[in-house]
């Protein structure tokens, strides 16, 4: 894989502006192609379409014209005063049957209206059933028994019919015997007759299914054409053999479904086409293979693609021929950039021009010249650098000196009799050796309560009276790590203005939640007035120095007089603006600051 890819890696800028020139002619003639190809795909598609439409439309109409023809029949026998009145009669039971003569001429003249509206037209049979068991046919009924179209299983919906409503049956083996061997279905139409919306007799036309089917056959031999009815079952088709079976033999090729006309059924893409029938439920269904309508474009279209591949194979090596010949002198300013490589300062490239590669050689070459005179300027430097350190470390021998005569006094004052001053030198060396020895801006919270210790000892000697630290710290916060020094300033303002270097307690209290470390001094002595605290606040909160005197940068005879602000101050930079400082305080019961230090990211997780 690795040798593949370095195979195909574009190491230099020669075959980078090669690669780029080829995507820059390929991905436009390629987005051309497409392009024209979906463009060409949806006029193809909507003139296959519209093709589809107009052959569907031809048939439409005639097979509407057919369907009405059989509704015209049932429409004449519905509308006719005289056979109503002569049916209304029969279905009463109130025929006069004392003139046989009489009702023979009247069902014959029913019967001669039943026959004319048949002759001209598609042959179809007319049925007039009363309700009474009575029926007028214009047929035989050695052919068929009209009466026992009361057992067909669609019968039962003429009864929901009102007024012009039909029931268009859907197709069913011919059932008169004469016509069962040259036509092998039947469809018909029915319709109620009623009196004050009471049913007295039905009205059923009969016609073959092969009279629509002989209408497919108008269609080009790749059409296929069917007649779906609302249930999705094939009601006329040119394969008889279909007839009766759903038309669609799995979800994905549903007919009737509002999807795209142009779909893939069986692995092959078609074109459906839909026509609903006006006066039914049924719908004519057109299926065509996709690839006839659109074989004539297709070779079009191909014709373009070879003439575009070899326009693009012929400007692109005529590119190619002109950034190589373009490149060459990147070609050898790379080659010249690989002997730098290895170490050789002494070569240059040599080329110039008036171009952006003429004036890229010639600073090259200028930059070959700098290198080597920076190359000395550093050779200079370290020599000096190292003679600088030398001095240094011979300066770090004076700091030590200082700590060992200071421990050396403390020894001799000791073995003296006088551990009081013993104690404070001790004290003095320490906070002198965090002061002077130590490098680092950052200690343990640990090494900066043993440097205040020391420092509380150091003025306990120096007062009259010794103040008492009292240590409460959390075991967690002792690895912390914080600015040196800190502390001491508060301390400070606590034994001085506090206690007034008198007797007393200072309490120094650390606790951790999960965003920070609270650091509180307290003290207990004579605290401040409502309105000194107030104003001790607001110089806090804007920056400025308090003027109660518990702040001055001078404070005689302390170790360091740098104050709240400049505490607060310092401890800003170290910890941005998350830094928090509070301050309470009552006359007569002391004074109380809390310091809120953020925690680090790593510290949160100890």
């Not at 569907?56 to 026998?77: C, E, G, R």
């Not at 009702?103 to 509206?117: P, Y």
């Amino acid at each position: 894989m690795n040798r593949f890819k370095e195979m195909f890696a574009l190491r230099s800028v020669r075959h980078k502006l090669m690669a780029a020139s080829v995507v820059c002619i390929l991905v436009p003639a390629f987005i051309t192609l497409v392009v024209y190809n979906a463009l060409t795909q949806q006029a193809v598609r909507r003139q296959a379409v519209s093709n589809a439409e107009d052959s569907l439309q031809l048939v439409h109409d005639s097979v509407t014209n057919l369907m009405k023809s059989m509704l015209n029949v049932a429409n004449y026998i519905q509308v006719n005063s005289s056979m109503n009145a002569y049916f209304k009669v029969l279905e009463a039971g109130q025929a006069d049957e004392s003139d046989p003569y009489a009702r023979f001429t009247e069902k014959k003249h029913i019967l001669e209206q039943l026959d004319s509206l048949t002759v001209l037209g598609e042959k179809s049979y007319v049925t007039v059933l009363l309700d009474n068991g009575q029926y007028f046919t214009n047929y035989s009924i050695e052919e068929f028994d009209p009466l026992s179209l009361r057992s067909e299983p669609w019968f039962g919906r003429l009864q929901t019919l009102q007024g012009f409503q039909s029931y268009w049956a859907g197709a069913e083996p011919t059932a008169f015997r004469l016509d069962k061997l040259n036509h092998a279905y039947q469809l018909s139409v029915g319709r109620t007759l009623r009196k004050d919306n009471e049913i007295y007799g039905y009205i059923v036309v009969t016609f073959f299914e092969d009279e629509i089917s002989s209408i497919f056959g108008r269609l080009n031999a790749g059409q296929e054409l069917m007649l779906v009815d609302g249930d999705g079952k094939i009601v006329s088709d040119r394969d008889p053999s279909r007839i009766g079976q759903p038309a669609s033999d799995a979800p994905e090729n549903d007919f009737l479904s509002d999807a795209s006309p142009i779909r893939t059924i069986g692995g092959e893409k078609v074109l459906v086409v839909r026509r609903p029938i006006a006066i039914n439920d049924w719908t004519l269904v057109l299926v065509q293979p996709y690839k006839e309508a659109i074989v004539d474009i297709t070779s079009i279209f191909n014709r373009v693609f070879v003439f575009q591949i070899g326009s693009f194979v012929v400007f692109l090596l005529l590119l190619l021929a002109l950034l190589r010949a373009f490149t060459q002198p990147l070609a050898r300013l790379g080659k010249i950039t690989t002997a730098v490589q290895r170490g050789n300062l002494a070569v240059r490239s040599g080329i110039r021009g008036p171009d952006e590669i003429g004036r890229l050689g010639f600073l090259f070459d200028q930059m070959l010249d700098r290198v080597q005179e920076m190359i000395a300027e550093v050779s200079i430097t370290q020599a000096r650098k190292r003679k600088a350190e030398l001095r240094m470390l011979q300066a770090q021998i004076h700091p030590h000196f200082l700590f060992n005569v200071l421990n050396s006094i403390r020894m001799k004052v000791l073995r003296r009799g006088d551990p009081d001053s013993a104690k404070m030198i001790s004290s003095l060396s320490k906070l002198l050796r965090m002061t002077i020895s130590k490098e680092e801006d950052e200690i343990t919270l640990h090494e900066e309560l043993d440097l205040l210790a020391s420092y509380v000892e150091l003025m306990n000697l120096r007062h009259k009276e010794a103040a008492w630290l009292e240590l409460d710290i959390v075991s967690e916060a002792f690895l912390m790590k914080v600015p040196r020094f800190f502390l001491q300033p508060v301390v400070e303002n606590a034994l001085i203005h506090g206690l007034k270097q008198r007797a007393g307690t200072i309490a120094v209290r650390a606790e951790i939640s999960r965003l920070y470390l609270l650091l509180t001094v307290e003290d207990d002595g004579g605290g401040m007035e409502p309105e000194a605290l107030a104003a001790l606040r607001r110089k806090l909160q804007a920056g400025e120095t308090p003027p109660d005197g518990r702040e001055e940068e001078e404070a005689r005879g302390s170790f360091s007089g740098i104050g709240l602000r400049n505490v607060l101050e310092r401890m800003r930079m170290v910890f941005g603006d998350g830094f928090r400082m509070d301050v309470d305080s009552e006359a007569g019961k002391g004074t109380i600051v809390r310091m809120f230090i953020p925690r680090k990211e790593g510290e949160r997780d100890v």
